[in-house]
């Protein structure tokens, strides 16, 4: 198995999104690359801590590959909005691709730069090592799961779209 880390926005959308992908095993929600130890959903909420609304994605490699997820995960974000992901502002929501080995660079570079060609305007996604992870309460892990009519920054029709994507085809 395989990781990554992704910061998608609100965290239950993207982490919902992700675990409808084939191949992905796992996903957790928590706050990533902050200043802080063991920060709670209300002192993330400040603003005040650095860290992001993160989703830990486990994935088999056999299934899925991380080209495919990175590709998948600029389809759920507007990766030119700084500190903001639908109606969700702070830097809590911003956007940013967590690595936690060194090999994964190349694949984050590649996936980056095509996704940059396609813009006019730079890319906002962070892209850095992952420094830090904490998982958030019980209440927020599978939110969406267990409360199907809760809030969510992305289109029901993106989930459909997670849920039918094939990674042996291209995003």
């Avoid at 409808?20 to 690359?33: D, K, R, S, Y």
């Avoid at 939110?143 to 809760?150: A, M, Q, S």
Wanted: negative net charge.
């Amino acid at each position: 198995m395989k990781e990554i880390y992704l910061a998608g926005g609100c965290f239950w959308g993207t982490e919902h999104y992700f675990k409808l992908i084939q191949g992905v095993t796992n996903t957790e929600v928590g706050f990533a690359n902050g200043d802080t130890e063991n920060p709670t959903y209300k002192e993330v909420y400040t603003d005040q801590t650095g860290y992001a609304e993160t989703v830990h994605v486990v994935y088999d490699e056999k299934v899925v590959s991380l080209e495919f997820l990175l590709n998948m995960f600029f389809k759920a974000i507007d990766p030119t909005s700084l500190n903001r992901q639908g109606h969700d502002e702070g830097t809590r929501y911003r956007t940013g691709v967590y690595y936690v080995s060194e090999d994964q660079l190349p694949v984050i570079n590649k996936v980056f730069a095509e996704q940059q060609a396609l813009l006019a305007v730079p890319i906002a996604v962070e892209c850095l090592p992952l420094k830090n992870f904490y998982t958030a309460e019980e209440y927020h892990q599978n939110y969406l799961d267990k409360n199907p009519d809760g809030y969510c920054h992305l289109p029901t029709a993106l989930f459909e779209y997670a849920r039918q994507a094939r990674p042996s085809h291209s995003v």
